[in-house]
C-alpha cells in the first residue's frame, strides 16, 4: 500500500471516530442501563410515562432494596412497586449516577431517560445527594442550587443559574399494551 493511500485511509478513519463521537455527544459519559418488562410487571405509573399519547407525565424509576422497583410520577399519587423477576435480581442494573432516573414522552413526542441528579451540583462536588423534585408542569427542580429543568425539553435550564442541562440517557420504550423499556448509554 503506497504511503499516500495509507495516509489518506488513517486520516478519514480518525475523523470517522471524531464525528463519530461529536454526534453522541448529547448523551451521559455516566454508565447506566435497564430494561423493564412492563408487560410482566404491569405497572400503570411506569406505562402512562411510556405512552406517547400523553406527552409530560414523567416517572422516577429506583430500586428500593433488592427486590423491587419503585416508580413515582410526576403528577403526584402514592408510588407504585413493581417486583423483579428472576432476571431483574440478577441482572447489573445501574440506575444513573444513584440509583434513580426519570423517563417519559416530551411535549416534542420524543421519549426522554434522566438522571435523577443535578449534573451542576453533582459534577462540582463529586456527591450524589442532588436528587431532582419532579412538579407537574414537566419541569425538575434541584434543590441545592434552585435550577429548573424542562423535561419537556431535552432538560434544559429553564430557571437558574448558568450550566448544563440534565444527564440524558439513550432510551427505548415500546408501550404495547404496558411495554418494554430500556435505557443504556
Known sequence: MSKIRYTTLSIA??????????ADSEFS??????M???NILKDITLASAMNAAAPGIFCRISMEGTAR?????????????????????????????????????GNDQ???AYDNQCKNCYESSGLTRYALTMNTDGT?????CHRVYDL???????KGDKGDGLIRYRTNANPVPYGVLSVNN
Open 36 to 38: 423493564i418488562n412492563n
Open 152 to 158: 419537556n425539553n431535552n432538560g434544559n435550564i429553564t
Open 13 to 22: 478513519l480518525m475523523l470517522t471516530i471524531l464525528f463519530s463521537a461529536c
Open 69 to 105: 422497583f419503585k416508580f413515582e410520577s410526576n403528577q403526584g399519587g402514592t408510588p407504585t412497586y413493581g417486583v423483579m423477576t428472576s432476571i431483574d435480581k440478577n441482572s447489573k442494573w445501574m440506575i444513573g449516577v444513584y440509583n434513580g432516573i426519570i423517563v417519559g414522552y
Open 140 to 144: 425538575a427542580v434541584c434543590k441545592s
Open 110 to 112: 420524543k421519549f426522554h
Open 29 to 34: 459519559r455516566y454508565r447506566c442501563y435497564l
